[in-house]
């Protein structure tokens, strides 16, 4: 079985930071890309930010030069620290990665999200 388990949601005032983790694990071989999406309340699942086996880095424009991906090879981690975080990045974030197992090869899977709110 292969899990993504996200931490380090919670709530901050508008101007805060907070740093999310997303960790891999189970039977696979290899991972591919990693990324993190987010889902606000009546809107649709949105790319924030992702991050290639090379290390290549991408962002959505809403969180350009507020957000920063980063990725920990060796844990098999990535992290998302959310600086001068604003009302509107109130969303439940998710993890994403490609993940290469012998058996079932590429699949792509989800973490179960995790609650950021931004809020005075």
């Known amino acids: 079985q292969v899990q993504l388990v996200e931490s380090g949601g919670g709530l901050v005032q508008p101007g805060g930071s907070l740093r999310l983790s997303c960790a891999a694990s189970?039977?696979?071989?290899?991972?591919?890309?990693m990324n993190w999406y987010r889902q606000a309340p009546g809107k649709e699942r949105e790319l924030v930010a992702g991050?290639?086996?090379?290390?290549?880095?991408d962002y959505g424009d809403s969180v350009k030069g507020r957000f920063t991906i980063s990725r920990d090879y060796t844990k098999k981690e990535i992290y998302l620290q959310m600086n001068n975080l604003k009302p509107e990045d109130t969303a439940v974030y998710f993890c994403?990665?490609?993940?290469?197992?012998?058996?079932?090869?590429?699949?792509?899977?989800w973490g179960q999200g995790t609650q950021v709110t931004v809020s005075s």
């Open positions: 994403n990665a490609d993940l290469m197992n012998l058996d079932l090869g590429w699949r792509n899977y």
């Open positions: 189970g039977s696979f071989i290899i991972i591919g890309a």
């Open positions: 991050v290639t086996s090379g290390g290549s880095t």
